[in-house]
């Protein structure tokens, strides 16, 4: 009797682990491009795993948002500027460590190729259209507005 209620229980757990794989495969490949498609934004697929949408905002202008995905991670970004273009001081430094305190769920920094960024994780397994595209205008946005508190210090 004991070991039926174990078994019973060992095979209800590998049947909810093995649920949850088809959640992240489905965000990923087809199924990402699937929900691109359901925000409504254009975009180009750039790998099996990377797409961008392009976008316009009043203080930065033109803007690629780059949207990757991993094992079980969407990472969305747009590049502020290359390393080439940053002055880096330390009132930029500050400008940069107070933008990332004030937005919520967004990174914002320099990447190990050194150049400026803005971005947010998040796990594929809770991303759906609706998210997908509040993500991706989130990016956009916080890039537009932190743009023009680090603008003094990229050249042109």
Not at 24 to 47: P, S
Not at 97 to 124: C, E, Q, S, W
Not at 132 to 141: P, T
Request: glycine share 6%; aromatic share 8%.
């Amino acid at each position: 009797m004991r070991s039926n209620v174990l078994r019973g229980v060992a095979v209800l757990l590998v049947a909810l682990c093995l649920g949850a794989w088809p959640h992240v495969a489905r965000a990923q490949g087809v199924g990402m491009d699937a929900m691109l498609k359901q925000t409504g934004y254009t975009y180009n697929t750039h790998n099996p795993t990377t797409w961008s949408v392009d976008l316009t905002r009043k203080n930065f202008g033109k803007m690629r948002v780059i949207l990757s995905t991993g094992s079980d991670m969407l990472v969305t970004f747009v590049i502020l500027a290359k390393k080439a273009k940053i002055q880096k001081t330390p009132q930029m430094m500050d400008a940069l460590l107070t933008a990332n305190h004030d937005y919520d769920y967004t990174k914002i920094g320099l990447d190990k190729d050194g150049d400026m960024f803005v971005r947010i994780d998040m796990p594929l397994r809770t991303i759906d259209a609706t998210e997908l595209k509040s993500v991706i205008d989130q990016v956009a946005n916080a890039s537009d507005e932190i743009y023009v508190k680090v603008a003094t210090w990229i050249k042109k």
